[in-house]
């Protein structure tokens, strides 16, 4: 639904033309930060019978495509604004948004120290599972939070005269 709202409703995209541009930071984010992210939460949910290692790693898959699009994302955005001689950081949405791949990012490495380095003990896995579980959902809550707010500033800067 963003690819086309984006492609059909806003000029489509092209990364050498400054207005279209930008239109790869929400289909980049959305596809990260929500469809990989969200997938990626609910793999070891939906196939709780499935052997561990598969699924661990799908779930190490899904989240590396998750910080790549995301990092795409954030490198439209910068150079759209960059381009247009808009300022960064403007708005809740930025923030909210920009802490959230942050806070992300430092997750994501935690996470693949702790369940990928064999070396890790049993019990420090077992004491960090509930805090990596709590972030995890609380992350995609403020991915929630961006996307909402970035849509929302979207429709109020388009109906502006």
């Avoid at 793999?43 to 709780?48: L, N, P």
């Avoid at 948004?97 to 064999?118: D, H, M, R, S």
Wanted: charged share 5%; hydrophobic share 55%.
């Amino acid at each position: 639904m963003c690819i086309v709202w984006l492609g059909y409703y806003h000029g489509g995209y092209d990364w050498n033309n400054p207005t279209l541009v930008f239109n790869y930071h929400p289909v980049f984010l959305v596809l990260g930060m929500i469809f990989c992210f969200g997938n990626a939460m609910l793999i070891y949910r939906v196939f709780y019978m499935c052997p561990k290692l598969p699924l661990k790693a799908i779930h190490g898959v899904l989240m590396i495509l998750s910080l790549l699009f995301s990092v795409v994302g954030l490198k439209a955005a910068f150079d759209s604004h960059s381009i247009r001689g808009i300022p960064d950081m403007y708005s809740i949405h930025s923030w909210v948004g920009l802490v959230t791949v942050i806070l992300f990012a430092i997750q994501w490495v935690i996470g693949l120290i702790t369940f990928l380095v064999p070396s890790i003990p049993m019990r420090v896995r077992a004491k960090v599972l509930p805090l990596h579980v709590y972030m995890g959902l609380f992350l995609f809550a403020c991915a929630l939070v961006a996307v909402v707010s970035g849509v929302t500033e979207s429709n109020l800067f388009s109906s502006l005269p």
